[in-house]
């Protein structure tokens, strides 16, 4: 299962794979990431992006189908992950099993940074 965090308040997101979305400050692209958690930590399954630019560039392994590039990002599993909210974007979002709802729905708004993890005993 896997847990966010912010501050003293901990999460459990009832799942053990979720997506990760968000879009790109500047670029205003949408950006995912499929996460899992496995013995060894959080695992990124796959990225997409829905275009390029300003370092969203997508690898040269990415392959391109329906308007969206995707890839295995080559990264071992993961403590945990930290995610910052500036403020002048939109929140994080996060999907389970195909219904999204953004980062504040889990979180208060103002919690800054957020810590997603592995739960303990998961």
């Not at 060894?40 to 300003?54: K, Y």
């Not at 995610?83 to 999907?95: F, L, N």
């Amino acid at each position: 299962m896997i847990c966010l965090l912010a501050g003293s308040t901990m999460v459990p997101l009832m799942a053990g794979a979720i997506t990760l979305a968000w879009t790109h400050s500047v670029e205003k692209i949408v950006w995912e990431e499929d996460w899992r958690s496995g013995p060894a930590g959080l695992e990124l399954v796959e990225a997409r992006v829905r275009g390029s630019g300003a370092g969203m560039e997508p690898p040269p392994d990415a392959k391109f189908a329906n308007g969206v590039w995707s890839w295995k990002p080559n990264l071992p599993p993961q403590a945990e992950v930290i995610m910052r909210r500036s403020g002048a974007t939109a929140d994080w979002r996060i999907c389970i099993s195909g219904q999204c709802r953004p980062m504040e729905a889990y979180v208060p708004p103002a919690a800054d940074p957020i810590v997603m993890k592995a739960c303990e005993g998961s």
